[in-house]
């Protein structure tokens, strides 16, 4: 048994990614843009996973930190 770093979860080595260090479940719920939080919601530009800290909220959708400078949402580099 295999403990998940994101999840705190005890899984078998069939459902645990050594890549990241985490269950398949969070592997395939992990933030696109950091890889080491949960996602919150989809990119409503490019579609990719994002956390809260990596997205700006514009409305009723979330645009990741990357697609949100391009469309001059913000102005800086967020820290990670």
Same mark, same amino acid.
């Given at each position: 048994? %295999?403990?998940?770093?994101?999840?705190?979860? *005890?899984?078998?080595?069939?459902?645990?990614? *050594? $890549? %990241?260090?985490?269950?398949?479940?969070?592997?395939?719920?992990?933030?696109?843009?950091?890889?080491?939080?949960?996602? %919150?919601?989809?990119?409503? !530009?490019?579609?990719?996973?994002?956390?809260?800290?990596? $997205?700006?909220?514009?409305?009723? $959708?979330?645009?990741? %930190?990357?697609?949100?400078?391009?469309?001059?949402?913000?102005?800086?580099? !967020?820290? !990670?």
């Amino acid at each position: 048994m %295999i403990r998940c770093r994101v999840c705190g979860r *005890h899984v078998c080595s069939d459902d645990f990614d *050594h $890549s %990241i260090n985490a269950c398949k479940a969070c592997s395939a719920t992990l933030c696109q843009v950091c890889r080491e939080r949960l996602a %919150i919601g989809h990119c409503a !530009k490019c579609g990719r996973l994002v956390c809260r800290r990596d $997205s700006v909220r514009v409305g009723l $959708s979330r645009y990741c %930190i990357d697609c949100a400078r391009e469309l001059g949402l913000v102005s800086e580099v !967020k820290n !990670k």
